[in-house]
């Protein structure tokens, strides 16, 4: 993966079973976020091939990756809807679509007063610490 004149990652490979839970580490500037924005399609990869199931794959091939980020990563300006409403838009939803599943969604898991919810948790919002004993 370039970005101008430099070369970002190379030479990455690795397996993930079907099923399996794929923990991705590595310390802080070693490509981790880069690679997978790559296999999401946020970024076009300038080299490389990712195989799914022994398919070549792309992400316009649909929901077959999942992208849990670190909390920094959310847009913290955005209440929930519009949070989830990007990531399905990402997906390839179109915006309508992308709101109205997020939305019978948070109605499955009975979180639909929280949809209007900012993203951000204050300190206000948090629980105060106690010490325990």
Known sequence: ???GGSTVIRNL?????AGE??????????????TIRALL???KP???????????????DGGRLGYLPEERGLYKKENVIELMTH??????FDRNAAKS????YLE???????????????????APYTKKS
Do not use: C
């Not at 990531?87 to 390839?92: A, E, H, M, P, Q």
């Not at 979180?111 to 951000?120: G, I, N, P, Q, V």
């Open 46 to 60: 300038t080299a490389g091939v990712l195989h799914i199931n022994g398919k070549s794959f792309s992400p316009e």
């Open 41 to 43: 399609g946020i970024y």
């Open 13 to 17: 490979s690795f397996d993930v079973q």
């Open 1 to 3: 993966m370039d970005f």
């Open 101 to 104: 599943w997020s939305l019978q």
């Open 108 to 126: 499955r898991v009975a979180l639909a007063d929280k949809a209007k919810k900012s993203t951000l948790k204050t300190r206000a919002d948090a």
């Open 87 to 92: 990531f399905g838009r990402l997906k390839g």
């Open 21 to 34: 839970t794929f923990g991705f580490l590595g310390s802080n500037g070693s490509g981790k976020t880069t």
